[in-house]
């Protein structure tokens, strides 16, 4: 059997890595040495600065306009009270109005189309200047159109925009309604649960159940909300074990009720009554397809591409744009708060009243209450 050839590593340089083999092999030549140093050296080719730096200075005003913009969709609404509305019709509000255009997210989104607008027709209304005023040579022509073809599409523009913002406002009404359906669902659930289970018997089942029911619009909201922190809003709602479970799920509403189903298992309740309380879950399951329907499923894109291209700067484009997307423009943060202070004050007053009520029975059937009129 032949033996296997020997080799030899030499370090010929600190970077320089020379492989020998003896004694069948001469000694390779410096050419073909292989470098160490210039192979852990090597990078793709970088993309040229100048195209960066002309790109991100183009981006400047719309990533400054987009970053302000998508900050405030994000910040917490809330529900208008009786002295809102009073704000709300003054005769001020045109005057308010109008010293708060710099700060609308519209007047904000128009901003890049209209710098890049005005700059082209700079650009062109500064070389038909130099034609005129011969400061550049005769050959070049004074530029001219025609206003024919705005005038013909501008009728079919302007019913695009209202069919645009119509299809908007239709979705943001449909959300709405969603929400509202499923908060007046919510807080019936929870009176019915509050007046069927027994509290003395089962009153921490009862609890982590009522807990359950205020966490879904909670958990729903923050699904359907980009950016929102679902463990900050969740953790002065459920248990610690409760609450590691539904950030480890894919689909937090829907493992709330789960929740929610097994802790109405556990109750020792009548059929008919578990029956009536597990019918409430069609309201949850309804309130979950429908946003996740208007989160999915935009206006067709086609329709939105037209509008936009065509009509830049034009407000009420851009209002449809942002009411497209419903629930960043509810007060769902102040919605939930409003049902869980609701549930909240109904479990306080259930022993207040009922207390009341027991009373009531037990005194003689003849006595005067203070207002004069008969207890009976």
């Known amino acids: 059997m032949n033996k296997p050839t020997s080799t030899k590593t030499f370090f010929t340089s600190p970077h320089t890595l020379t492989i020998h083999k003896t004694p069948s092999l001469p000694l390779p030549s410096t050419s073909n040495h292989i470098s160490f140093k210039t192979l852990c050296s090597q990078s793709p080719t970088p993309t040229p600065i100048s195209s960066l730096t002309l790109n991100s200075i183009l981006r400047i005003i719309p990533d400054w306009a987009d970053g302000i913009k998508e900050r405030r969709m994000q910040q917490k609404r809330s529900l208008y009270n009786h002295e809102d ?17 710099f700060s609308s997210r519209v007047i904000l989104s128009l901003i890049p189309p209209v710098i890049a607008f005005t700059s082209f027709a700079a650009v062109i209304a500064t070389y038909n200047s130099a034609v005129l005023w011969h400061w550049l040579p005769d050959s070049f022509l004074l530029l001219r159109t025609s206003s024919l073809p705005y005038q013909l599409t501008a009728p079919a523009l302007a019913l695009l925009l209202v069919f645009r913002t119509e299809a908007s406002y239709s979705r943001f009404e449909e959300g709405r309604k969603a929400w509202t359906k499923l908060i007046a669902g919510t807080s019936d659930f929870a009176r019915q649960v509050i007046g069927s289970v027994d509290t003395q018997n089962h ?12 966490a879904f619009p909670v958990a729903l909201k923050c699904h ?6 679902i463990a900050q809003d969740l953790k002065d709602l459920l248990e610690e ?3 590691a479970i539904v950030l480890d799920s894919k689909d937090r509403p829907r493992c709330i009720i789960e929740f929610i189903s097994q802790s109405l298992q556990m109750l020792p309740l009548e059929d008919s009554k578990r029956d009536l309380l597990e019918s409430k879950f069609t309201c949850f399951h309804e309130g ?12 067709p894109l086609s329709y939105t591409r037209l509008t936009s291209s065509a009509a830049s700067l034009f407000c009420i484009e851009e209002v449809g744009v942002l009411i497209e997307e419903p629930f960043p423009m509810l007060a769902l943060d ?43």
């Open 85 to 101: 509305w009073v704000q709300h019709r003054s005769s001020l509000r045109h005057l308010r109005h109008l010293l708060s255009s």
């Open 203 to 214: 009153a921490v089942l009862k609890k982590a159940l009522l807990q359950y029911i205020m």
């Open 224 to 229: 359907v909300i980009y950016g929102a922190d």
């Open 241 to 243: 074990d409760d609450l």
């Open 288 to 299: 979950i397809a429908i946003c996740e329907q208007l989160i999915g499923i935009p206006i």
């Open 334 to 376: 102040a919605i939930c708060n409003q049902v869980n202070n609701s549930i909240q004050e109904a479990v306080t007053l259930e022993a207040a009243i009922k207390g009341q009520l027991l009373a009531k029975q037990k005194s003689p059937a003849d006595e005067h209450s203070s207002n004069g009129r008969l207890n009976s």
